[in-house]
């Protein structure tokens, strides 16, 4: 979320940037000019009650002890008479004044929620896809002298991936792992968590999967994206669209010393979306779940080095790819096409030669202080001095079962086969998937 101080100072500039986004500034920000107005000429007209009240009652306090004192003149009796009443009105006018300035808050903080984070000086302008900017590829597709097939052919062809019986269980975009298909994704998730920790210095977190509306709000789900959500009926529990928000809210209303950042950790979860909006889009196989298991990570740095941070965990991330032997690109996402909370954010695309198309397998994002203002996550400088607010960052390290689809199309055999890349078969004890019955 954007400092109030700092929306009411940059309009112009905030109209500017939603535009980049493809947004309408009017139905963004809507009249947030005439409600912040209207909010403090409440909140002047109630500090000005509350003051004259403080004042009358000094004054009556002075009048009572003249009386004590036998010194009040008739003058007095009345003057004081007409302050118990002025003070009488003034106290029944407060709760109305209160009211009002609440109101006028809440409707203020809720503009505020609505818009979306401003995009870094570097992100490109552009309203979609087509608008993003290649930054670098890696490796070379896979060479096959035959028909590459997708991997929902390739799955069920093996034995290892069942939709139909999915459907039947949870109905469409849900999907059933067997035998060594439920062990590539295990292998994946053990191989990615293992190569973070260990090579890259993140701490694996277990967190809760079921997360409530605050910490929604802190990462930027709430209020605007609740119908991309699963809530939990007659309680305030959501299951968690991604581990970036039980992750980022572990430190929630808390002040981390300086010295500790950066700050790293991951972890392996079930991801649950409704995919609302998302009707006829990637319904073959495993491209859009509602349920999907991703290893996630997530830093909180001092602003002066989350862009520095940021190349680190996309890096981090790239890694996995490079180690799988995945050829994939790297694209600079333009301003129209980033997250809601998003400052500036690369995504991997990775190669899938049976679709013979890049995919995204991950999105790595700076957020800047934009979820930390939500949550209230703060650090405490080196030296002491005032708190801030620190940036926090997030990408996939990576999304398990898009990465399980890579493996399966881009190390695909004419027989039907898939070999297994060598940097898992100590995690499979497998050198090859072949065909087996479900």
Known sequence: MLELGYVRDHLAEIEEK???????????LKNFAEVDLARRQNLDALQKIQHARKLDSQRI?????????????????RLMDELVEQGRVQREAIPAHEEAARLREAELQGILAGIPNLPHRSVPPGTGAGDNVEVRRWGKPAVMDFEARPHWELG??????????????????????WDLGAKLERALANFMLDVHTREHGYTEVLPPYLVNSASLFG????????????????????LAPTAEVPLTNLYRDET????????????????????????????????????????ELVKFAAPQDSYEQLETLTGNAESILKKLGLHYRVMLLCAGDMGFSAAKTYDLEVWLPGQKVFREISSCSNFEAFQARRANIRFRPQGGGR?????????????VGRTWLAIIENYQQADGS?????????????????????
């Open 256 to 295: 981390i010393d300086q010295g500790r950042l950066p700050l790293s950790v991951t972890a392996y979860t079930p991801c649950f979306r409704s995919e609302a909006g998302s009707y006829g889009q990637d319904v073959r196989g495993i491209i859009r779940q509602h349920q999907f298991q991703k290893v």
């Open 219 to 238: 990462t930027g789900q709430l209020p605007k994206f609740s119908a991309d959500l699963f809530r939990c009926v007659e309680s305030d529990l959501w």
């Open 18 to 28: 939603i535009r980049l986004r493809g947004g309408a500034p009017q139905v963004v």
């Open 61 to 77: 306090a002075e009048l009572k002890m003249k009386q004590k004192q036998g010194t009040a003149s008739a003058e007095d009796s």
């Open 387 to 399: 708190t801030e607010f620190l940036h926090t960052l997030n990408g996939s390290g990576l999304a």
């Open 156 to 177: 069920a062809g093996l034995g290892i991936l069942d939709m139909e019986r999915a459907a039947k269980i949870a109905g469409a975009r849900f999907a059933v792992y």
């Open 418 to 438: 898939v070999i297994v890349p060598e940097a898992l078969r100590p995690y499979m004890g497998e050198e090859r998937i072949v065909p087996r019955k479900m």
